[in-house]
């Protein structure tokens, strides 16, 4: 399984880019990198999805170097809404299963005034 | 549209006896998945549906759990004989397609509590 390793929390102030780490060393060819942001009493929603290099949608950006043993979530110009757990999910649904369905216990990130 | 939908939200139960918690993934959606949180930590995958069948299921943490999901729709997760370290949240997620790692929707959950 493909697991993940990232910061427990980080703390921030609005109008600032946020960037959280996660660590998969073991990640496998067919992985794909996930992150889910969670609120309090809420399930997790879905952020951004990649495999390589870099994606950008109109939330956040993610970067994955070229080995993949690691993947950064940028948030730019965050504000206070973005306090929220944010999960790293490294794995891939092959025809026969669901390998590394692997949350990690999440970075909380708390963004001050 | 209407979401992925779980019931009932929350769920006091004793020791010993059984639970149901019932899915209901959005329609069309393909793959559904059963995850477990304790509180403040992060989610266990628990097992994992295409249509209906369960090609995982190593996440169930014992013989005392089983899932069903009927008609490629619905999913029951039944945790038989509840023990006090079962009180959880259980979030239910589908997505359209399970081949590509696809987005996952969540619901809100069941919390239960067994005392």
């Known amino acids: 399984l493909a697991k993940t390793t990232q910061p427990i929390s980080m703390d921030s102030y609005e109008g600032q880019e946020v960037n959280i780490t996660c660590s998969h060393n073991?990640?496998?060819?067919?992985?794909?990198i996930t992150w889910y942001q969670q609120f309090p009493s809420q399930g997790p929603r879905f952020i951004i999805q990649?495999?390589?290099t870099k994606v950008t949608n109109e939330v956040a950006s993610l970067f994955i170097p070229a080995d993949r043993k690691s993947s950064t979530l940028s948030l730019p110009r965050v504000s206070l809404s973005d306090t929220a757990v944010y999960y790293c999910?490294?794995?891939?649904?092959?025809?026969?299963?669901?390998?590394?369905?692997?949350f990690g216990k999440g970075t909380h990130l708390i963004i001050q005034p | 549209g209407a979401g992925v939908s779980q019931s009932p939200s929350n769920k006091v139960t004793e020791k010993g006896k059984d639970v149901e918690l019932r899915c209901d993934p959005i329609?069309?959606?393909?793959?559904l998945y059963w995850y477990r949180q304790s509180l403040g930590q992060g989610l266990e995958f628990l097992i994992y549906?295409?249509?209906?069948?369960?090609?995982?299921k190593s996440g169930l943490p014992s013989d005392r759990f089983s899932a069903e999901r009927t008609g490629g729709s619905v999913s029951t997760l039944t945790i038989q004989r509840t023990q006090q370290e079962d009180s959880a949240v259980y979030l239910c997620?589908?997505?359209?397609?399970?081949?590509?790692?696809?987005?996952?929707?969540f619901g809100p959950g069941t919390r239960l509590t067994v005392l």
């Open positions: 997620a589908s997505s359209l397609d399970s081949s590509l790692a696809g987005e996952q929707f």
């Open positions: 073991n990640i496998a060819t067919n992985d794909y």
């Open positions: 990649g495999y390589k």
């Open positions: 999910l490294v794995g891939v649904y092959s025809g026969g299963g669901a390998d590394g369905l692997t």
């Open positions: 329609s069309g959606h393909t793959a």
């Open positions: 549906f295409q249509g209906n069948s369960a090609p995982d």
